[in-house]
Each structure stands twice: as structure tokens, then as C-alpha cells.
């Protein structure tokens, strides 16, 4: 099984992140999920995904690489699978809506990669990745290295970005 995450960039340098208020509490998690067999590529479910959970849309997705889960526990139990992370320019956000997967709405969070990094709980290698994010977004992108900030919900009626 495969799976596509990204660290999905804002103008301003900080990330989106999402939680799925769910029975096992708000698990905060980079927007992504299953490669389906209608997606081409992983880039596509990570557009699928993104736009179904946050209401995200993408642009210029980057592999940073794969990372191996050999249990899946975390995201409840999928089995071994292969994570590919990226990470893409957000060019809109729109209004909140129930994710198709689960029912609920998710809600979303802007964080600076290191917080989010941190609020993962990956440790180093998160920070490691975290960092590789940040570099590839401001060396392809322009984007600055996000300032230091509270992480901030996105208003249910999302955001305009400039």
C-alpha cells in the first residue's frame, strides 16, 4: 500500500496541518492518504487528499522522499506500507467541509514546520524532514523560513492568500 503526505506550504512559510477529531482524540497529521486506484500518480492523491480533508489546493508538489511503516499502527492499523512525503505551495483554501472518508470535518492548522515537526511526535527524523521541507520550499518556492507564532486554526470559512 502506498501513501502520499505533504508538507503543504503557505506564503508565509508556516504549514497546514489537519486533525481528525475522531474516537482516538484530535491526531494532528500532515494533509494526505491512500493512493487509490483511480490516482495516477501519488501527486494526484496528494491533490485528492488535500482538497478532501482541508480543502487545500495545490500546486508544484515535490518529492522529498519515502518513508517505510512496517505496521501502520498510528493510522489505524493499515498494515506495512510506503509513505511518500512531499511538499507543495497551497494557492487557496477553502471552506470547511466533512471529509468523505471519515464524515467529520477536519479541523486545520497553521503551524511552522518545527512546531508541526513537534506536534507530530516523529523526533529527530520529523525535525530532519521538517527542515528538508522548509529548505526545498524557500529554494523552489521563494517562500521565507516561517517566524515564530501560536498555531492558529484556518476560520471554518477558510482563507484568502496573498
Request: with cysteine; aromatic share 4%; charged share 20%.
Amino acid at each position: 500500500m502506498g501513501q502520499a503526505w505533504a508538507w503543504c506550504f503557505v506564503p508565509d512559510g508556516r504549514i497546514v496541518l489537519v486533525t481528525d477529531p475522531g474516537p482516538r482524540g484530535a491526531l494532528p497529521m500532515l494533509p494526505g492518504g491512500t493512493v487509490e486506484s483511480t490516482d495516477a500518480a501519488p501527486e494526484d492523491a496528494l491533490h485528492r487528499e488535500a482538497a478532501e480533508e482541508a480543502q487545500l489546493t495545490l500546486a508544484d508538489p515535490v518529492r522529498l522522499g519515502w518513508v517505510l511503516d512496517e505496521t501502520g499502527e498510528v493510522y489505524g492499523g493499515v498494515g506495512p506500507n510506503a509513505r511518500l512525503r512531499l511538499a507543495a505551495r497551497v494557492t487557496a483554501i477553502g471552506p470547511a467541509a466533512v471529509d468523505p472518508a471519515t464524515g467529520r470535518p477536519f479541523a486545520r492548522l497553521l503551524a511552522t514546520p518545527t512546531q508541526a515537526a513537534a506536534l507530530l511526535g516523529w523526533g529527530p527524523p520529523g525535525a530532519r524532514q521538517a527542515q528538508l521541507a522548509v529548505d526545498t520550499a524557500r529554494k523552489r518556492w521563494g517562500l521565507p523560513t516561517a517566524q515564530p507564532a501560536a498555531v492558529e486554526e484556518i476560520p471554518a470559512e477558510g482563507m484568502r492568500l496573498s
